[in-house]
């Protein structure tokens, strides 16, 4: 789970987030698989030699053929984003939060941070537990981060496609575009809101309650 963001079908925001995991690794993935419509075309490796390049590394496919992710996301709403879904709304309920610009950017600001600290957390939980032998099943088992970074252990291969620095440096102009974003996409209104939490004196929200506080209270005090 990578850091949030405001992607926003952003092909340089998703490349962004795709390339971080390799940026000290050295690494790259040789095929990438993705729905009909994903903008993604820029994430294509720039290796010309090996037997997935160029338009051959991303293949088109629909998410329901990957059962076993969606079977994933299913349990991780059931397990974490149902919370959050249940708090916005009541937010909107409770005449709170109407889906306007102002409303939107508020929100970002007060609870992107408590929102990775929660994926954060659930990363960790989900890459340590065990994953259990299934009887007749090809799947590996034991816990997904051994199984990652020691796959031989597991009756696996190391699938990582090594590929040099300066083939990874062509992402850098992609990179720095995208890393110059605005904490909730307005960099007025986020100023404003830093000012305004400033002069306040509120801390930053520790947790879900806290972030609900803060809300109600910049929103009340910014007047939006």
Not at 58 to 79: D, L, V
Not at 97 to 105: D, M, R, T, V, Y
Not at 143 to 168: I, N, T
Not at 184 to 191: F, I, K, S, Y
């Amino acid at each position: 789970m990578q850091e949030k963001k405001k992607a926003g079908g952003s092909p340089g925001n998703i490349s962004w987030a795709m390339y971080c995991p390799y940026c000290g690794t050295g690494g790259c993935f040789v095929r990438f698989c993705g729905s009909c419509g994903s903008n993604i075309e820029c994430l294509a490796p720039f290796l010309e030699d090996d037997d997935f390049a160029g338009a051959l590394s991303h293949m088109y496919g629909t998410s329901t053929a990957n059962q076993r992710i969606e079977s994933w996301w299913s349990f991780f709403r059931k397990q974490r984003t149902q919370f959050w879904i249940e708090l916005f709304s009541d937010l909107r309920e409770r005449h709170l939060f109407n889906g306007s610009h102002e409303h939107k950017c508020l929100l970002r600001y007060v609870f992107l941070g408590i929102l990775q600290k929660d994926l954060d957390e659930y990363r960790q939980l989900w890459n340590n537990h065990t994953i259990r032998p299934v009887r007749l099943s090809q799947c590996p088992s034991g816990k997904p981060d051994a199984m990652y970074h020691l796959p031989h252990r597991f009756g696996g291969r190391e699938c990582g496609f090594p590929v040099s620095w300066e083939a990874l440096h062509h992402f850098d102009g992609i990179m720095q575009a995208s890393s110059q974003y605005n904490l909730c996409g307005d960099e007025n209104l986020e100023m404003h809101f830093v000012d305004l939490q400033r002069r306040s004196g509120l801390a930053p929200p520790v947790n879900w309650t806290a972030a609900v506080q803060n809300y109600i209270s910049m929103k009340n005090m910014s007047g939006v």
